[in-house]
């Protein structure tokens, strides 16, 4: 069947679903962000504990759905208290630029 990856070896046959859902996908993407996030908390030099605001700028609709679809577990995971996706104007401590799903985004953080 289409999408079954499936290997023997000494009589033993292993087959795993190997379609992506759009719910993997999304999951995907969310925590590429979440590496990312975490990778920009380590440059700015925050403590383990410190509360952040995190900005995802210029992310496509259907990253967009993806933040929305597991905001929760996004927030939980960076230790976030606002996520937001359009610039508010206020400083931020640290911004990088990464590629997600084959589009640049920028990514933001600052103490809450």
Known sequence: ???L???SDRGI???IDAVITPELRDEGLVRDLVRYV???RKDVDYDLDQ???VGLFGLSDEARGAVERFRDYLTAE???TDVLLE????????RTEEKLAGDRVELAVRAA
């Open 1 to 3: 069947p289409e999408g």
């Open 5 to 7: 990856a499936v290997a």
């Open 13 to 15: 046959t292993v087959a």
């Open 38 to 40: 975490q990778t920009l």
């Open 51 to 53: 509360r952040i605001a």
């Open 78 to 80: 960076t230790l976030a």
């Open 87 to 94: 610039d508010d104007g206020q400083d931020w401590d640290g």
